[in-house]
């Protein structure tokens, strides 16, 4: 997405410097005494890593939420998620739509039909949708979540336990003060809950789904056909992995995890496990115990990640879909890219490719570089954390507390750059287009 | 490579069908019991495992070659291993060869300084020329190995056993006889021969370098800039991935298998396994104990593999190089790949991105299909595994020998479409082009 727009420099600077401040603002009011339940100052480097993951939504943790922090820490917490959360979320939505604006008006003579058809009536207006959107939902599944905790909490207790999930659930942040049952054990309690299972893969959904595609569909409501091309990829996109995913975890934890429990739980579970690693970091199951394949499973997930201009990470479900609709069109000896009867600029491949192959070589050295800090560490565990890292997922296998200051400034810096989005960093970074205007001669290689 | 080429549709059947019926006579051959030490029948999954790992020139194995093959199956698949690797490099070089040629034609009025330099004299011709090479490196190999296995071996063992690890490397096959010594102990003996290390590694090298660039070098000896840019870029990732490689290889070892052992014996076990997985297999030091991040390594070098056109299988350094171009043609915003003075044709994407999406989708389907299979094995051991099979290069973290039939068909398959190429395999099925002269509108969506 950023890399179409070149004006766009110093607003990816502002959006990176932005989110450091809010980061080294958290970092500050973590580590004070008043933040910890011991009421001892944190580490540095272990408030730096609770800020960060909670300003990046990402939900990996190095002490158990609600054992370490006092609710003073808590609401910290809760605070960097929203601002991170909905921060992002507005940022990359004017982003997506000034982009989009431009292309639109370039392309409104030549193709009527495929302009497109948001036009934003200015900054503010759509500030406070979104807002007020956000509000709206987090709100009512709050009171249901607080219903719900009230059953083995007092009453204060489960409301600002149905504020703490509600938020963290939409904002794909997968933070928990479930420590009070048990340390570290998310969700797991309430994995035979329905109501509790639906509200919180609804608010994930929702969240991961993006402002733009929720406008869409505000607009068009159940008209398909009138859909935007990125509604349409995007929803079949979801309910396909979804559907395909649900279906390969039962089967791979059928004689695991899912052995001696009711099919509705079997169910609940499925579909829980194949929704959270799309970026929300729950988990309703024990994730240390997941099968080898369950563990690739998450992992393949946590890499694909939800929907640009949403509250995930990931390499989005649309670059993914573009890796699809290249391999189909370079099968068929077509120069094209069609889906929904619609045709994909040339341009968005390269953007494709540089989008994974920056991520997972990102994700790579960084793997490398932990195991050579911690050569102790098993690599399946490596893998899944730094993929989790990148992808702000915060699902762990659970070395993240045996991790040592170098590499939790690692999976730091992993959490960071997932969040602003691989290319904005380098971006950032690279100051000078260089125009090149006289041209090299062309000369082929070959590959593959 | 193949996606360019409209016409040679029914030259990747052939060529899959050849290599299939070679398999096949090599798998009836390999399960008589002639074929064995022990004088029985051996199980056809099992000998179907070896033709196919000899044919594809894998060398992964589900017995150990010396120990439960006779000399008569010892030269079954040492004439699999010369027929597959030959075979196959001489197919690719003419593919190549044909392509590049077309191309020359095409753009001789366009760009005189880019037409492509060689010219064939004909199919006989080059394929004498690619045997003859290939005999003479083979031949000298073989005596200088004799020499060294002749101070353990009686001469008529030093000299079979010369010419099979002579084409064993040059192939990069990896099978090896030094189960003679210790089962499965690949080239451990020999860690410490400084000859015997030279000599496979040049082996290794100059069969995974592939023809025309052996051709290109022939042509203008020293003179780098007169050079194609297909060889420059070979070369320089080449001795880049070398270098980088057995730096990381030693800093990832330095206290666990290069511990306690003489300066000269680091410096050539790191060499050799920053230059062996990239398709060659065979092993200096035991791989079963390989630190986690030796493991990382090697399963990122298996996965780039070697040189278009040459034994060697992965990916291939090419796609890498295109793939890496095109971040950094993102990142300066820049509509063009360019390197060392020329520019790649933008399509060039494309095809590097379905290559790399087709690799590790199905390197990735495989390993969840064996971890549906077999619950019990390790993650990381699945995905070298499975990499070793796809990328044709034959090492192992030990768990050949305890795969199911099933999941041994898996890695059969895998090896089959590895050498074969995915997208030949694709390309095999797809029959139809699609002409598409109505063009769809153009609508945009957002990635990344
Ligand atoms: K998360
Ligand atoms: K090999």
Known sequence: MLLSTRGNMSYAKISVLAFFTIIMIGTFLLSLPISSKSGEFTPFIDALFTATSATCVTGLVVYDTYNHFSVFGQIVILGLIQIGGLGFMIIATMFLL????????????????????IHIGGVVRLTKHIIVGTFIF????????????????????????????????????????????????????????????????????????????????????????YYQLHTKIVLCTTLFLIL????????????????NISVKEKILSS??????????????????????????????????????????GGIKTTTFVVLILSVISSVRY???????????????????????????????????????????LVLSDIIFEVFSAIGTVGLSTGITSSLTTLSKLIIIILMFCGRIGSLAVVMAVAHNKKNTLVKSPIEKIIIG
């Open 98 to 117: 000034a982009l989009r604006k431009r292309i639109g008006i370039k392309e409104r003579g030549l193709l009527k039909d495929s302009v497109n058809s």
């Open 138 to 225: 987090e709100g009512i599944a709050a009171i249901i979540l607080a219903i719900i905790f009230n059953r083995e909490m007092e009453i204060s207790a489960s409301i600002f336990n149905g504020i703490f999930h509600s938020i963290s659930a939409f904002c794909n942040a997968g933070f928990d003060l479930m420590g009070r049952f048990n340390e570290y054990s998310s969700l797991t309690r309430y994995s035979n809950d329905t109501v509790m299972n639906i509200v919180i893969l609804t608010l994930i959904t929702i969240g991961g789904i993006g402002f733009i595609v929720w406008e869409d569909i505000y607009r068009h409501r159940h008209k398909f056909k």
């Open 244 to 259: 395909c995913s649900s279906i390969l975890f039962y089967m791979l934890e059928a004689n695991n995890l899912l052995e």
């Open 271 to 312: 579909l829980f496990h194949a929704i959270s690693p799309r970026t929300a970091g729950f988990n309703t199951v024990d994730t240390t115990s997941l099968s080898e394949g369950s563990k690739l499973l998450t992992i393949i997930l946590m890499v694909i990640g939800g929907n640009s201009g949403s509250t995930a």
């Open 334 to 376: 077509s120069d094209e890219l069609n889906i929904f009867g619609r045709r994909l600029e040339y341009n968005i491949i390269k953007r494709a490719s540089s989008v994974i192959t920056i991520y997972i070589s990102s994700a790579l050295v960084a793997m490398i570089l932990i195991s050579l800090i911690q050569p102790e």
